[in-house]
């Protein structure tokens, strides 16, 4: 359902101006947050992309913004900015990120036909003050080293995408483990040949916990994770995506010559080269 804006109508917990107590950003900007399903049903969501992604794009403005403001000042001091404005920075966009999973969960339970009410709890908004001082650090690096061919805008933007994204995952894992629901990883086509490899994996060997959800990312990885109901369209999806990549997985076990690989790394390089992904 649309409201007279031709935006969808969100759900309560997104109808107020915060979001977890926390300032979120403008829904005209982000888009139609309400229809997350078009995210992993690949619909066309228009020019803008998807939900998630203008959610990172509005995080980069903010990044591009806080670099500014630190132009002039020496490495050690655009450090402690970073320490300093980071975690005000990132907040509503986590926590918008954390609410539209579980929205997507509630939706997909739902579509399940379970029984009984069921509150979905986003994950909590705020990232561990030891990760954002460990981010902080590693982003200025080339600012002190020209030898590295990244720049703090592409670091700074890349970690963010991955807490925004964590977010979600973390959502939808927390309240899966609620109702002991599977999970699958839902990666973006052309993903790389890492979130590809577990994305070939069963429902029941992924995502058991928080940690596995964290440790399963990478900077700049756009891979969601859904709850896997028997007999719904998201268990279908998700079963054909699984499929897909098991085939891509199976194919980069033998190389060029016909040798057969084993080691993760060889498959890895296979995968890659097979593929043209990173």
């Not at 926390?22 to 888009?31: A, Y």
């Not at 500014?68 to 970073?82: F, H, T, W």
């Not at 577990?198 to 700049?220: C, F, I, N, Q, W």
């Amino acid at each position: 359902p649309l409201e007279e804006d031709g935006l969808p109508r969100l759900p309560h917990r997104l109808e107020q101006g915060k979001v977890l107590g926390v300032p979120r950003p403008d829904l005209k900007d982000v888009g139609v947050l309400g229809h997350e399903l078009h995210l992993l049903r690949g619909e066309d969501l228009g020019d803008d992309g998807e939900q998630l992604i203008q959610l990172r794009s509005l995080a980069d403005a903010d990044i591009r913004a806080l670099i500014y403001a630190g132009a002039d000042l020496p490495v050690s001091d655009v450090r402690e900015l970073l320490i300093g404005a980071l975690p005000e920075l990132l907040a509503p966009y986590t926590a918008a990120s954390g609410e539209l999973a579980a929205v997507l969960f509630e939706d997909l339970r739902a579509e399940a036909g379970r029984r009984g009410v069921f509150y979905a709890e986003p994950a909590a908004p705020s990232v561990a003050g030891a990760r954002l001082d460990a981010t902080a650090r590693w982003a200025v690096a080339p600012l002190a080293d020209d030898a590295l061919q990244s720049t703090v805008g592409t670091r700074l933007s890349g970690s963010v995408a991955r807490m925004i994204m964590d977010a979600s995952r973390e959502t939808i894992v927390a309240n899966g483990q609620r109702e002991s629901t599977q999970f699958q990883r839902m990666p973006r086509p052309g993903c790389c040949a890492f979130c590809g490899m577990l994305a070939s994996r069963p429902a029941d060997m992924a995502y058991r916990s928080k940690t596995t959800a964290e440790a399963g990312s990478h900077d700049s990885c756009h891979c969601v994770v859904v709850p896997v109901y028997r007999g719904t369209e998201m268990a279908e999806l998700a079963a054909a995506t699984r499929r897909g990549f098991e085939d891509q997985y199976r194919q980069a076990l033998s190389d060029e010559a016909g040798n057969t690989l084993s080691a993760p790394k060889q498959v890895l390089a296979e995968w890659r080269r097979q593929n043209g992904t990173k």
